[in-house]
Nanobody
Framework: QVQLVESGGGLVQAGGSLRLSCAAS????????MDWYRQAPGRQRELVAG??????NYADSVKGRFTISRDNAKKTVYLQMNSLKPEDTAVYYC???????????????WGQGTQVTVSS
């Protein structure tokens, strides 16, 4: 059993910054990928940023503004969001690909989401 606990969402003005955190806890042998997704009302859920090992990737819409990082000791992934725009408004979800025991297959977990609202 794995839980992902998100924090850092809130209301911010356009041009401002927020830092999201997602901490994983539970039965964890190794975490492969940790990602951030977001979903705005009436829109498809999209991958915002991901980190796997030393490799990161970003959606084109956030590249250059957002930075994903990971603290393996704390089993925590962060999303630093700068130069925020109203179109960044969405519920942001943490995702983790987790191996519980050596030799087991990965399981996929989602956080419950945190609201980010950017006002103009």
């Amino acid at each position: 059993q794995v839980q992902l606990v998100e924090s850092g969402g809130g209301l911010v003005q356009a041009g401002g910054s927020l830092r999201l955190s997602c901490a994983a806890s539970g039965i964890i042998f190794r975490i492969n990928a940790m990602d951030w997704y977001r979903q705005a009302p009436g829109r498809q859920r999209e991958l915002v940023a991901g980190i796997t090992g030393g490799s990161t990737n970003y959606a084109d819409s956030v590249k250059g503004r957002f930075t994903i990082s990971r603290d393996n000791a704390k089993k925590t992934v962060y999303l630093q969001m700068n130069s925020l725009k109203p179109e960044d408004t969405a519920v942001y979800y943490c995702y983790a690909d987790v191996i519980a025991f050596y030799g087991s297959s990965p399981s996929r977990y989602w956080g419950q989401g945190t609201q980010v609202t950017v006002s103009s």
